[in-house]
């Protein structure tokens, strides 16, 4: 049986004014909710609901409370130059993700001729070299690294190339970017798992979170322990390939000789393959090892009990690179880094530590 999906009134209301806008409707005033409500024969409440969806996707523009939207015109904003943007992802799974199909999406309705390159950064070992070929043989305008490693992003911060680092290691570097900052939110749920008499809590990253040296959420975790008189070692932050066969590896050799009592995991690849291993281990959570997932997901909120985890806003993070990508179609100067704020959400994963 098919699935259907039936859309709201304000989403519905936001798809007819797109249609609208693309028509070429509204290029000199776009009316007020009040008006189109009129317009619509909806609720007011409805109509504004559609507006300000518009407005995060980059539709609109407000101008300020009391005074008419604006609809975002690319050619009126930089002079009708579009760009060629690359986009290179970190593994071919990352497709799979909603963010970057919609990135891309975004992009393109402001005009660029986006794309997704042909390889990912796993494809390309790490390599400089090939890296460079890549980009002299696509000659992009702009480039996109989506959790990128820090080696790529430092090659482009000296490459002169207009690059926007999405996530990954980009703390630092003269290049824009843009990311959730969670060290607050993995320092408060450690603090939380130690306050439960959680001692052995083991963190697992992936190997370019913690080489050569660990990231800023990684050292946040580490400084926690320490603050609360715990001695870290690279029991609490362990090395493992990445892929399937290393993280069974590492899990199969922490839980054999010193079981940790809390795990705090990233991305959900990682958080699925552990569930696994938990469940063919008969270890239950939370009463036997609490979980922490550095991620939100949707499928979380079919999860009960409820997965505890670290949440932000993926809008801002869209609105912030769509901007980098206007600045840069108009000449400008863009290498602002972008951290929003990152939640620690409690859920029902975590619980009293098992002695």
């Known amino acids: 049986m098919n699935h259907v999906t039936i859309r709201s009134v304000s ?57 008419p939207r604006k609809v975002f015109n690319l050619a009126e904003s930089n002079g009708a130059h579009s760009l060629r943007i690359a986009i290179l992802i970190y593994e ?16 393109r309705e402001d005009g660029h001729d986006a794309f997704f390159v042909n390889t990912t950064q796993m494809e390309l070992g ?10 002299d043989k696509i000659k992009a305008d702009a480039w996109i690294l989506c959790t990128s490693t820090r080696e790529f992003a430092a090659w482009f911060a000296q490459s002169g190339i207009p690059v926007f680092a999405l996530f990954g290691r980009r703390r630092g570097l003269p290049i824009a970017s843009a990311g959730p900052d ?3 939110a993995i320092a408060e749920a450690t603090k939380k798992l130690i306050s439960l008499g959680h001692e052995r809590i083991v963190m697992l990253v992936r190997e370019d979170r ?40 590492v899990l199969q050799k922490i839980f054999a000789t010193t079981p940790p009592t ?28 609490s979980l922490v997932s550095m991620e939100y997901e949707n499928v979380f909120a079919w999860s009960s009990p409820m997965i505890a ?3 932000w806003d ?23 880094e972008t951290n929003t704020l990152a939640v620690f959400v409690e859920g029902g994963t975590i619980a009293i530590a098992k002695r």
């Open 262 to 289: 809390a795990l705090i995991v990233d991305e959900l690849a990682i958080l699925l393959a552990t569930q696994q291993f938990l469940a063919s281990k008969t270890i239950l959570v939370p009463r036997d090892v």
């Open 314 to 336: 993926i809008e801002f993070v869209l609105k912030r690179t769509r901007q980098w990508a206007r600045n840069v179609a108009k000449g400008k100067k863009d290498f602002k």
């Open 11 to 67: 989403e519905q209301i936001a798809d007819y004014i797109k249609l609208e806008i693309q028509s070429g409707r509204w290029a000199e005033f776009f009316p007020g909710r009040n008006e189109l409500a009129k317009q619509f024969d909806q609720a007011v409440m409805s109509v504004e609901m559609a507006l300000q969806q518009l407005e995060k996707e980059g539709w609109l523009i407000s101008q300020g409370a009391g005074r």
């Open 182 to 184: 969670k060290s607050t």
């Open 92 to 107: 071919r799974e990352a497709y799979s993700d909603g963010i970057y199909p919609r990135l891309l999406h975004l992009l």
């Open 210 to 249: 913690r080489q050569p040296h660990p990231g800023y959420v990684e050292r946040a975790f580490l400084r926690e322990l320490e603050r609360n008189g715990l001695l870290s070692s690279k029991y609490h932050l362990p090395d493992w390939k990445d892929g399937s066969e290393g993280l069974l590896g």
């Open 126 to 135: 790490g390599s400089i070299r090939k890296l460079s070929r890549i980009v």
């Open 309 to 311: 985890h670290v949440k």
